[in-house]
């Protein structure tokens, strides 16, 4: 089957650096997502990773290796209003949206 | 503000009731979906339309039936609903169903089945 894995729940000081990781199994790859959602708000487009490396926007960067099945989301100098969950979905060979659950993120002053 | 509008934001229904949620977007897309979310669960597809035709059903339950008149707007009628259903359902579109254009999502609506 196919499965998205990322953690459930993160914690983090205002001011420092968070990653958020997720790894895949899916039958192909096209393509990563990450999106951000904000309780009770619509999800929002943060990055798309098709080929391996870091891709930088922001304070936001975004990391893919297609060999290990794994990508991050790296937050840095947070903010309060950096608190959301964080939406990993992969492309598959089918160009279907696989979606993980999703890691909730918490900063604390 | 995403372009993607949803109305109502809230729903209350029992589970012999008819409603509708409605959706609209104002981004030129021509793709539009129907999501699932439940409470630490991922992302569930229900529906996916393309120039208001439905290209994907992902097994929805027959008490769920999808409308999209034009493609700007999209509904999903709802009957007979069962607790389980209550959920966040989300709209969202694309400039296309190719999978590679990012998604605009609307707020939401807030479904509760007593």
């Known amino acids: 089957g196919q499965n998205i894995d990322q953690p459930t729940e993160m914690t983090a000081t205002e001011g420092a650096i968070v990653q958020i990781n997720c790894t895949y199994q899916t039958s192909g790859f096209n393509g990563l997502f990450w999106y951000q959602q904000h309780a009770g708000e619509a999800p929002t487009f943060l990055s798309y990773?098709?080929l391996d490396g870091l891709e930088e926007k922001g304070r936001f960067s975004s990391f893919l290796s297609r060999s290990k099945g794994y990508s991050y989301l790296l937050l840095k100098e947070l903010q309060m209003k950096d608190s959301a969950s964080y939406l990993c979905a992969v492309l598959d060979s089918n160009y279907q949206l696989i979606w993980g659950a999703g890691t909730k993120l918490i900063i604390k002053p | 503000e995403t372009g993607v509008t949803q109305t109502p934001r809230h729903l209350v229904m029992g589970m012999t009731n008819k409603k509708s949620l409605k959706c609209e977007q104002h981004l030129g897309h021509n793709a539009m979906y129907w999501y699932k979310q439940s409470a630490k669960k991922p992302l569930e597809l229900m529906f996916v339309?393309?120039?208001?035709?439905?290209?994907e059903n992902n097994s929805v339950p027959s008490r769920f039936s999808p409308e999209c008149p034009n493609s700007s707007h999209l509904f999903l009628h709802l009957h007979t609903l069962q607790p389980e259903d209550s959920a966040l359902y989300l709209c969202?579109?694309?400039?296309?169903?190719?999978?590679?254009?990012?998604?605009?999502f609307g707020p939401g609506t807030r479904l509760t089945v007593t």
């Open positions: 969202a579109s694309s400039q296309d169903v190719s999978g590679v254009s990012e998604q605009y």
């Open positions: 339309y393309s120039l208001e035709e439905r290209v």
């Open positions: 990773n098709v």
